[in-house]
């Protein structure tokens, strides 16, 4: 069983950054998601098992970077010029699903889900 553990969320005010991380042991595609009240849950960024690979959501291009430390088991997700709309839980999630190539950008790609973090982005 895979326990994936996000931290880093809290309040920031609308054009500043945070830094979520999650912890998991294990060679696994991982995927950051995020749910706002009464929406679907969305996938944001990825990155494969190398981190050779790497895609994010239109809407968070530009301004989120996904990267992980393999030797810490750890992947991260840096927020910057955050806005009001980013405001949501935020869901480390992870598959055994590995390529060099590609990775899963929908929810039903993931197998293992963390309990979420919230980040507030006031305006």
């Known amino acids: 069983q895979v326990q994936l553990v996000e931290s880093g969320g809290g309040l920031v005010q609308a054009g500043g950054s945070l830094r979520l991380s999650c912890a998991a042991s294990?060679?696994?595609?991982m995927g950051w998601f995020r749910q706002a009240p009464g929406k679907e849950r969305e996938f944001v960024a990825g990155?494969?098992?190398?981190?050779?690979?790497?895609y994010y959501a239109d809407s968070v291009k530009g301004r989120f970077t996904i990267s992980r430390d393999n030797a810490k088991n750890t992947v991260y997700l840096q927020m910057n010029s955050l806005k009001p709309e980013d405001t949501a839980v935020y869901y480390c999630?992870?598959?055994?699903?590995?390529?060099?190539?590609?990775?899963?950008?929908?929810?039903?790609?993931?197998?293992?889900w963390g309990q979420g973090t919230q980040v507030t982005v006031s305006s």
């Open positions: 990155i494969t098992w190398s981190g050779g690979i790497t």
């Open positions: 294990g060679r696994y595609t």
């Open positions: 999630a992870a598959t055994t699903y590995v390529s060099t190539v590609a990775l899963p950008t929908s929810r039903n790609g993931y197998t293992y």
